[in-house]
């Protein structure tokens, strides 16, 4: 499917109605890198100020390599999907090693690098020396689907396959780049998935989906996103100089490599008595230890929803369970931690903190 002034269109809007963020103006293939990663999953105004630090923290990728990851992990603090800061980490090792510090601009030495997909290696080759490789993300699905009226189900490899080629099929190979930037642009301004401008839209008089009122329906996509639900209980074990017991997280799973308290998870909620019973079983502490316990927190991440409570635990003692340690306030503030746990820190101790200094006045 090919139309002769889709691109003239799309980079002639994007020429005036692009927004200026700091990646598009360098061909950097580094900085283009940190950024695509930090967007992944993550609206431009959250992830902006990421994007700032890193670069301003780490010029070279030779100086994110040289980073201990517990200082990058906790550089990334907030922006979720840990596992995005680790491949970083990764890559940027791998990049100094193999590439003396030279950050590939070639889609097939791209591919090959850890973390870095089909999507990432066509923005960066394309963006930082105008390989003419079209990107395929979700703005970009979703203008080609609703412009061509087509149907395919975009989370089957058929709609990948058809997508693609219809990306590439339309790309002016001198501007690569523009026409690559303009597209997603386009659909993340114009062609939005709820409220497309349409009455406004460049493309309106070509478009199947506005000629047929099937902007609602298109794109098609009919992968369903299962959600796991899970139950975490952390115990903070307090001592009496008001340090706390945290470890890292290893293995697998979710927040990998991030601090966290000791955790008893369970496949439903606890009721109170099997709580405290289970917790009796668990560490051997008595009911007079537990201080305080917290509301349920909900915690969503894409493919699991987690409740959390916190159960605030008095212990004299470093409890014998592998791998807490104690930490004072100030150095738990400076390890890197999911975001939960650095609010509930941050907000369970500033108001104790507050509230003693209140009845001391
Ligand atoms: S007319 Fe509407 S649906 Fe078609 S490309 Fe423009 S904004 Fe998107």
């Known amino acids: 499917m090919k139309n002769t002034h889709f691109s003239t269109l799309l980079i002639d809007w994007y020429k005036s109605h692009h927004r200026d963020l700091p990646w598009r103006n360098t061909q950097n293939p580094y900085f283009i890198w940190l950024s695509e990663v930090i967007l992944q999953q993550t609206r431009v105004k959250q992830g902006l100020p990421y994007y700032q630090k890193f670069v301003t923290t780490y010029p070279t990728v030779k100086d994110l ?3 201990p990851l517990d200082e990058v992990l906790r550089l ?34 791209l591919l090959a690098l850890k973390g870095i997909g089909k ?9 930082a020396a105008n390989a003419p490789i079209a990107v395929l993300d979700g703005n970009v699905y979703r203008v080609l689907a609703r412009f061509f009226g087509n149907d395919t189900d975009i989370a089957s490899p058929a709609g990948e396959k058809v997508f693609r080629e219809i990306a590439q099929t339309n790309l002016p190979p001198q501007e690569a780049a ?3 930037q303009a597209l997603m642009e386009f659909g993340a301004l114009q062609c939005t998935p709820q409220n497309p401008d349409c009455l406004f839209c460049p493309l309106q008089k070509d478009c199947a989906a506005y000629n047929t009122g099937k902007q609602n329906e298109l794109p098609v996509k009919n992968k369903k996103i299962k959600i796991k639900q899970r139950y975490f ?6 001592s009496e100089e008001g340090k706390i017991a945290l470890k890292k997280r290893n293995g697998k799973g979710i927040w990998e490599g991030l601090y966290d308290f000791f955790l008893i998870e369970n496949e439903a909620s606890y009721t109170e008595i099997a709580l405290y019973d289970t917790l009796q079983e668990a560490t051997g502490i008595e009911l007079q230890q537990i201080i305080a316990k917290s509301n349920t927190f909900s915690h ?13 635990i008095r212990s004299s003692e470093l409890p014998n369970f592998k791998d ?8 738990a503030h400076l390890l890197p931690k999911p975001i939960i746990i650095a609010n509930y820190i941050d907000q369970y101790f500033r108001k104790k903190q507050k509230n003693n200094k209140k009845t001391t006045e």
Do not use: C, M
């Open 76 to 109: 990334w603090q907030g922006l979720g999907y840990y596992s995005r800061a680790r491949n970083l980490h990764t890559t940027a090792k791998d990049v100094l090693a193999q590439y003396n510090g030279n950050f590939p601009t070639n889609y097939e030495q």
């Open 65 to 67: 390599a040289e980073a």
């Open 178 to 180: 523009i026409y690559n």
């Open 233 to 238: 209980y952390y115990l903070i074990f307090q």
């Open 300 to 312: 969503q991440l894409t493919h699991q929803r987690i409740e959390i409570i916190f159960v605030h």
């Open 324 to 331: 807490l340690q104690w930490y004072s306030l100030e150095e």
């Open 119 to 127: 999507y990432t290696a066509a923005a960066i080759a394309s963006f």
